[in-house]
């Protein structure tokens, strides 16, 4: 057993000393913090498609190859989730529909940047669009069956292996972003740096109504350059494209 | 179980997600339009930024158009600021037009300052 690993083990027997809710405090805190990996900065989804977007959001000819996206890899799903997101794909009020935020897992590749908040207790994923993701740390379970119920981002924990961060989530609505999968998804991440300027999220998704077999992706993320803070976007501040008579327009400005 | 593979791999690929705030579908790829005109206002806001510019027309009027960006952190990371345009610039803006020509709109792709400088940080 490594240093790293024997502080791990001890800190974990402080957490389960003082409850499940309880918190180590003093040098016990600092001495486990220091162990654990730096992630700061902001980071994009090194996928061709989220870190290719101009400044328009877009890009310049319009065609972005979805294909390429790693939370749009091709799923093994059961016939009749096959035939669910068929239905959804032939929505004609899909292209009415204007985002106000992304959810699990999407928001892993999102065309936002993001940031990793790491603290002993928990890991924040924190998304340019707001969206925010709390991975708790401090060795509790997820809240039995009548304590939780499906949101958009589910219920997340997590520990740390050395300098990987292995996440649990469960509880997540079901939408119509890939990957689809229904509400009984189980999701598990191997979240960890692999080189200075280069995080991986290695996504694994079971799911025994959606798909046939375990789904797996590795969203990569490379360093935002010249970035120096998290700036927020906002979906209403200055919302210009109302829909008029079925399809999406310009308003003139305000 | 081979049916259910193909019919989730065209599910997949299928799905494809709206990026921005909403669909571009309303924007003309196959067509570029470049306007040479006086900005009016420049909106660093969320969830878009736009670019107001009058346009002189036929006959000595003057046109109105809107031109969408993205959000304030997306032009900030292409190095953009909300100083970067202010009323009375004259500019030269390359855009994707609206499909309905009706809208005097468009999706930005680039833009010139009058000596000729591409705005913005440069590839």
New interface residues.
């Given amino acids: 057993m490594n240093v790293r690993r024997a502080r791990l083990v001890i800190f974990a027997a402080l957490l389960v000393a003082a409850g499940s809710f309880g918190q180590p405090n003093g040098g016990d805190r600092a001495r486990f913090f220091a162990t654990l990996p730096n992630w700061t900065g902001y980071w994009i989804a090194d996928d061709g498609v989220?870190n290719a977007?101009?400044?328009?959001?877009?890009t310049?000819?319009?065609?972005?190859d979805?294909?390429k996206?790693k939370v749009?890899?091709?799923?093994?799903?059961?016939?009749e989730?096959?035939?669910h997101?068929?239905a959804?794909?032939k929505d004609p009020t899909?292209?009415?529909?204007?985002?106000?935020g992304f959810p699990f897992p999407?928001m892993m590749e999102?065309?936002?940047?993001l940031q990793f908040l790491i603290t002993p207790e928990e890991t924040a994923v924190i998304v340019?669009g707001r969206e925010i993701r709390h991975i708790y740390t401090d060795g509790r379970k997820h809240p039995s069956a009548e304590d939780v119920w499906p949101t958009p981002w589910g219920d997340s924990v997590g520990k740390w292996e050395g300098q990987e961060l292995r996440v649990d989530t469960i509880a997540v609505q079901p939408s119509?972003?890939?990957?689809?999968v229904s509400e009984r998804a189980h999701f598990t991440e191997r979240i960890r740096m692999v080189s200075p300027n280069r995080i991986e999220d290695e996504l694994t998704i079971e799911d025994p109504v959606a798909l046939?077999r375990a789904w797996q992706t590795t969203i990569p993320y490379e360093r935002?350059a010249?970035?120096d803070r998290m700036?927020?976007?906002?979906?209403?501040?200055?919302?210009?494209?109302p829909v008029v008579d079925g399809?999406?327009?310009?308003a003139?400005?305000r | 179980m081979r049916a259910a593979r193909v019919a989730g791999l065209l599910a997949a690929l299928g799905a494809a997600p709206v990026f921005a705030h909403h669909s571009g579908a309303m924007f003309d790829y196959d067509r570029s339009v470049t306007l040479v005109g006086t900005v009016k206002q420049f909106q660093w806001t969320n969830p878009h930024c736009w670019i107001e510019l009058s346009v002189p027309g036929k006959n000595g009027t003057v046109e109105e158009w809107s031109v969408e960006m993205g959000a304030p952190l997306q032009l900030y990371q292409g190095g953009w600021k909300p100083g970067t345009l202010r009323p009375g610039d004259e500019i030269r803006v390359v855009i994707r037009p609206n499909r309905d020509a009706s809208v005097k709109a468009g999706l930005f792709v680039s833009a010139t300052g009058s000596d000729g400088r591409v705005l913005g940080k440069q590839p």
């Fill in positions: 989220m977007l101009g400044v328009s959001g877009r310049e000819h319009g065609a972005v979805y294909s996206m749009n890899a091709p799923a093994s799903y059961t016939p989730w096959a035939a997101v068929e959804a794909r899909r292209e009415l529909h204007k985002e106000c999407f999102s065309p936002w940047v340019a119509t972003f890939p990957p689809m046939v935002v010249g970035l700036v927020h976007g906002d979906c209403q501040e200055n919302d210009r494209n399809k999406l327009t310009i003139p400005a």
